[in-house]
């Protein structure tokens, strides 16, 4: 899929940058409605550079802040309208349980997202999952929507399906200038390209894409560790239902939240992360010096101890992931403050995967002007005060 090496021009209804799950759901979209789309990748598709790439990913109904709890049915409709568009599976589903402290805000949050949502104590969490414990004064939150998205899949699936819509796809193209203008033109390092409307999803480079805009987002990216944790009795392939997802929010010892997927994508090892990491410069994210210290690990090998004992208490595998971080934790999808069609998607901060055929849509829809199906107030860049200055 890498460009060819000759210098390309062309004119489009819609560029989008970044072909990570955000900006391919948004051109995705744009070409759903006949609209003309190039999507750029400024690194040779598949890889492992961004925040899309790996094998799952949590999705859920339960969600403590109510703009995300409201955009999720429209979520899982959409995914599943890929599902039939692409013909494949993209979504297992394993229930999810939440747990905390009893009386914690966030749990509380997700109890009340889910209309129907089931909360077990001790013994009824030990009796129906036996890997996971609770300890005195916590509680648990049953989520039945819950399950994995086939993240790797689920990308491959979308860039099928806009080309199948005549989309265009160029990876290998990083962009080395934007020029704004009624029609705006995309400088990249194969060609210039031109369009009335640009949508930027380019994850942890947003940041530096749009500061010689005038625009100075504070986005924070951060180098994840991925862990695979043994079962210490690993069962046989094929044998029984995966255990469930699980997210432990409100821990004192884990402030940032810490998440778990079934063994699924490595034979008997569990995918058990702390939602959090260290700042890191996308560019060197895989230069971590040889002995540097992973206290993330550490604190995940006290919670394994403490809440999932049929594991073992040290990683058999590490990868790596980026997120891209607000300061809220919240998304920015949003109007440039100064030119009105350049659209940002940006900050998804760890928990945007889910979202992305939601995100996509809003993306198109406030590049073509239109009122966006779901309020994007939440999500303005404005919150973040002194963030348009003099461009470059």
């Given at each position: 899929m890498?460009a060819?090496s000759?210098p ?6 819609a ?5 990570g799950?955000q900006?391919?759901?948004?051109a995705y979209h744009?070409?759903?409605r ?6 750029l990748?400024q690194?040779i598709?598949?890889h492992?550079?961004g925040s899309?790439?790996g094998?799952?990913r ?6 403590p802040?109510v703009p995300?709890?409201?955009m999720m049915?429209d ?16 979504y ?5 349980v939440?747990?905390?402290?009893a009386?914690n805000?966030e ?5 009340h ?13 030990a009796?129906r999952f036996?890997g996971?414990?609770?300890?005195a004064g916590?509680m648990a939150?049953?989520d039945?929507t ?12 979308v860039?099928e399906?806009?080309r199948r819509?005549g989309g ?5 193209e990083k962009?080395?200038?934007i ?8 400088t990249t390092?194969?060609?210039t ?12 480079w ?5 500061a ?6 504070p ?6 560790d ?19 997802c ?13 998440y778990?997927l ?7 090892l569990?995918?058990v ?5 260290s700042?890191t ?7 971590v010096p040889?002995g540097?210290?992973?206290?993330d690990?550490a604190?995940?090998?006290?919670f394994?101890?403490s ?19 607000t300061?809220?934790e919240?998304f920015?999808l949003?109007?440039?403050?100064k ?8 900050g998804?901060?760890g ?7 939601v995100v ?7 590049s ?8 994007t107030?939440p999500?303005?860049?404005?919150r973040?005060?002194?963030v348009?200055?003099?461009a470059?």
């Amino acid at each position: 899929m890498a460009a060819p090496s000759q210098p390309h021009q062309a004119t489009y209804d819609a560029i989008v940058i970044g072909a990570g799950i955000q900006g391919s759901f948004a051109a995705y979209h744009l070409a759903q409605r006949h609209r003309d789309t190039l999507l750029l990748e400024q690194f040779i598709l598949p890889h492992s550079r961004g925040s899309s790439h790996g094998q799952s990913r949590i999705t859920r109904s339960a969600y403590p802040r109510v703009p995300y709890a409201r955009m999720m049915p429209d979520s899982f409709r959409l995914w599943q309208r890929l599902e039939a568009e692409a013909g494949t599976s993209l979504y297992r589903r394993t229930g999810l349980v939440v747990l905390g402290p009893a009386g914690n805000p966030e749990l509380e949050g997700c109890r009340h997202s889910l209309r129907a949502g089931e909360v077990l104590d001790a013994a009824a969490l030990a009796q129906r999952f036996p890997g996971l414990r609770l300890h005195a004064g916590e509680m648990a939150v049953w989520d039945g929507t819950g399950g994995v998205l086939f993240a790797d899949r689920a990308l491959r699936a979308v860039q099928e399906v806009f080309r199948r819509h005549g989309g265009t796809l160029r990876d290998g193209e990083k962009v080395l200038r934007i020029d704004p203008g009624a029609v705006l033109t995309v400088t990249t390092t194969a060609g210039t390209y031109r369009a009335p409307r640009l949508i930027i999803a380019a994850g942890a480079w947003t940041g530096a894409l749009v500061a010689p805009l005038g625009l100075h987002l504070p986005l924070q990216p951060l180098r994840i560790d991925v862990c695979y944790w043994g079962e210490k009795e690993p069962r046989s392939p094929g044998t029984g239902r995966p255990g469930p997802c699980f997210m432990a929010m409100g821990l004192p010892q884990a402030p940032h939240g810490i998440y778990g997927l079934p063994a699924l994508e490595y034979p008997g090892l569990v995918k058990v992360c702390y939602h959090h990491g260290s700042p890191t410069d996308p560019e060197e994210r895989d230069r971590v010096p040889l002995g540097a210290p992973h206290p993330d690990i550490a604190l995940l090998s006290s919670f394994i101890s403490s809440y999932l004992p049929g594991l073992e208490p040290r990683p058999a595998v590490v990868e790596t992931c980026l997120y891209t971080n607000t300061p809220d934790e919240d998304f920015i999808l949003d109007k440039h403050p100064k030119f009105s069609n350049i659209i940002i998607g940006a900050g998804f901060s760890g928990h945007g995967f889910k979202l992305a055929p939601v995100v996509g849509k809003l993306l198109c829809e406030l590049s073509l002007g239109e009122e966006p199906s779901h309020s994007t107030a939440p999500f303005a860049i404005t919150r973040f005060p002194g963030v348009l200055r003099a461009a470059l």
